[in-house]
């Protein structure tokens, strides 16, 4: 079980919805400590997220418009997993797709919970250097509003501590970053 896992006993599924991209379900469990209740959950089939690297050490995000907050966040390009993909598979598709280069070396950084109070999501994060603008890259998905941004790594930090709006699962992938950046 990865990232220290301990079931509950399902007691009852009381709700569920099968979404594009997650499910959402509202089930009555017994946790370990033999406590009961009813609580709502998100199941997602997880992410990945590239943290972009230029040549001359500056950082590739994406400032791209979220319908759930009603304006723009920064965010390193990131995408669902596929059923049955790895992690380096979807961000090498994703970075591609987001931004029109593609990358040639690859480190992962770690995984980590997105928002564990309502959803099992967890974002795989991994390095991305030695960066190549693509010739002819993916056409944007239809829904996609995304405009690509280069900071530097002290930039980037200035601007999550002031409080722009950076999405968490970047702000955790740079924080894992930082020795490769610094």
Not at 35 to 55: F, K, N
């Amino acid at each position: 079980m990865p990232l220290g896992r301990e079931l509950p006993q399902l007691l009852k599924q009381r709700l569920f919805h099968k979404g594009r991209k997650f499910d959402f379900e509202v089930n009555r469990l017994r946790l370990p400590n033999k406590s009961e209740g009813e609580w709502e959950c998100i199941r997602h089939p997880g992410g990945a997220l590239a943290l972009p690297v230029t040549a001359d050490g500056r950082l590739m995000l994406v400032r791209q418009y979220r319908f759930t907050v009603q304006g723009r966040l920064l965010e390193f390009p990131a995408g669902t997993l596929e059923p049955n993909e790895d992690p380096l598979e979807t961000v090498q598709r994703e970075i591609e797709e987001e931004t029109g280069y593609r990358a040639h070396k690859w480190d992962k950084l770690g995984e980590f919970f997105l928002a564990p109070g309502y959803s099992d999501e967890i974002i795989h994060a991994f390095l991305a250097r030695d960066l190549e603008k693509l010739e002819t890259p993916p056409p944007p998905e239809e829904d996609e509003d995304i405009e690509i941004v280069f900071f530097t790594p002290e930039e980037l930090e200035t601007a999550i501590l002031e409080g722009q709006p950076v999405d968490a699962k970047s702000i955790a992938s740079f924080f894992l970053a930082r020795s490769f950046l610094f």
